[in-house]
């Protein structure tokens, strides 16, 4: 029985950020910085409430009775009385006999063309096990996300208005880029086992290593940019962050309405029609907290019974990587121009190019992982490699102009009643200097 690792380091990313987050935000209020108090005990309190609500929702707690379980969630205790549980199921697992157990058949990943299938018998401790691991990573990509993400961008904020780094929102800021990174990671793994549900997937370090530095590039520079253009563009940050907001948050329900499917009632049996649209409702706000700061490898798909779009798109994957390093290009160039007096020992120039250059790493290391790391790289219809050929091709087909305007204008001026008008009208040229040469000598 593999042991439950990733539990134990969802935990400890969980509790030091939020110790660490009421220690600060107490500075704060020693310090008389009121707002700075507030936003930072609400960046950390609500995914807490989010995350208990995820753990309840996944052990389907309010139809069983556990008044005590209920009763710690509330209390903000849920992760800790989850993870002993979790513990307790593994170091007692194997010493009494399985009452029953279950057999799963899952695909091994094909070689030389073919797969053989497996099967494998499956425990009541296991399946549980099974269970705790699902719920804590979906609820760190919850805290990462809609908690760890607005907080880092929150503390670098007030570092440059400032001028100063402490030492306690330094240890902050890298407990949360740490959460944020483990959050994306999570997050790659868990659609890999979504979209491959049939095999047997075993991820090795070094795709570990690629999505880790994949996220750490990208999250970094996504944050760095935001927050140097609030800090001369306090206004139109907001506009900058609704739109990129509200388009992922209503794009999955776009695509939903206009496939004209049945709305989704399979979710949770016992869950109403009011019940069911408010967890779809978060689950879009989750996708849309993702995608406002990397690319989400779990697409939201509200018309398929398992809420995740299965088929890999490498066109809306490039369109946008594009998009976005145009979102960031602009917005830095917004940040040079309008640049206060604060960035005076800062070189611009160089730090602009230093936060593209960083983009395009993280570009460059998804690339490799999808090239050659990914688990199942052997199922792919085509490779990152050929998509991404495709999708230049398909642009500069779309940026090229349509050949019939050029075919009609090379057939008006190769036409014959063109070439007939140009030879009538070089004889009459011909002959008006005929004539002309005549009169002339005639006079002389």
């Given at each position: 029985m593999k042991f439950p690792g990733s539990v134990l380091v969802s935990l400890v990313l969980f509790v030091a950020e939020t110790v660490a987050a009421l220690c600060l935000s107490g500075a704060y209020r020693a310090a008389g910085d009121r707002m700075w108090q507030w936003l930072t005990l609400l960046f950390a309190l609500l995914p807490c409430a989010l995350v208990q609500l995820s753990l309840v929702f996944i052990h389907r707690d309010v139809s069983r009775d556990r008044p005590l379980v209920l009763l710690l969630h509330l209390l903000q205790l849920g992760p800790l009385v989850r993870c002993v549980e979790v513990f307790y199921i593994y170091f007692h697992a194997g010493r009494v006999e399985e009452p029953y157990v279950s057999i799963t058949k899952k695909r091994q990943m094909p070689k030389d063309g073919y797969s053989e299938e497996i099967e494998k018998e499956v425990g009541q401790a296991e399946g549980k096990l099974c269970t705790h691991r699902s719920a804590f990573s979906r609820?760190?990509?919850?805290?990462?996300?809609?908690?760890?993400?607005?907080?880092?961008?929150?503390?670098?904020?007030?570092?440059?208005?400032?001028?100063?780094?402490?030492?306690?929102?330094?240890?902050?800021?890298?407990?949360?880029?740490?959460?944020?990174?483990?959050?994306?990671?999570?997050?790659?793994?868990?659609?890999?086992?979504?979209?491959?549900?049939?095999?047997?997937v075993s991820v090795k370090p070094a795709a570990y290593l690629c999505i880790f530095m994949w996220r750490s590039f990208e999250i970094a520079i996504r944050v760095t940019v935001l927050v140097l253009f609030s800090s001369v563009l306090q206004i139109w940050i907001l506009p900058v962050v609704l739109v990129n907001f509200f388009g992922f948050f209503f794009y999955p329900w776009i695509l939903f309405w206009q496939s004209k499917s049945p709305f989704p009632e399979n979710i949770e049996?016992?869950?109403?029609?009011?019940?069911?649209?408010?967890?779809?409702?978060?689950?879009?706000?989750?996708?849309?907290?993702?995608?406002?700061?990397?690319?989400?490898?779990?697409?939201?798909?509200?018309?398929?019974?398992?809420?995740?779009?299965?088929?890999?798109?490498?066109?809306?994957?490039t369109v946008y990587y594009m998009l976005r390093f145009i979102e960031n290009a602009f917005l830095l160039l917004m940040w040079?121009?309008?640049?206060?007096?604060?960035?005076?020992?800062?070189?611009a120039p160089l730090l602009v190019l230093q936060l593209l250059i960083g983009y395009c790493m993280a570009i460059l290391f998804m690339l490799v992982f999808y090239q050659f790391c990914h688990p199942c790289k052997k199922l792919f219809s085509s490779s990152i490699s050929e998509g991404l050929l495709s999708c230049f091709k398909f642009l500069c087909?779309?940026?090229?102009?349509?050949?019939?305007?050029?075919?009609?204008?090379?057939?008006?001026?190769?036409?014959?009643?063109?070439?007939?008008?140009a030879r009538s009208s070089s004889k009459t040229i011909y002959s008006q200097k005929g004539n002309a040469h005549q009169s002339i000598s005639s006079n002389a």
């Open positions: 609820a760190s990509v919850i805290q990462a996300f809609l908690g760890s993400a607005p907080q880092l961008t929150l503390q670098l904020y007030i570092c440059v208005l400032q001028q100063e780094i402490t030492a306690a929102r330094s240890i902050f800021m890298v407990l949360s880029l740490l959460s944020i990174v483990y959050g994306a990671l999570r997050c790659n793994i868990l659609a890999i086992k979504i979209k491959y549900d049939d095999y047997d049996k016992a869950l109403s029609r009011v019940g069911t649209t408010i967890v779809l409702c978060l689950l879009t706000f989750l996708y849309a907290g993702i995608n406002m700061f990397c690319w989400s490898a779990v697409q939201v798909k509200l018309n398929d019974p398992d809420l995740i779009n299965k088929s890999q798109n490498w066109y809306r994957l040079y121009i309008y640049k206060t007096d604060i960035y005076l020992y800062v070189c087909f779309i940026c090229k102009p349509p050949k019939s305007n050029i075919l009609i204008d090379k057939a008006e001026v190769k036409s014959p009643e063109n070439s007939d008008e």
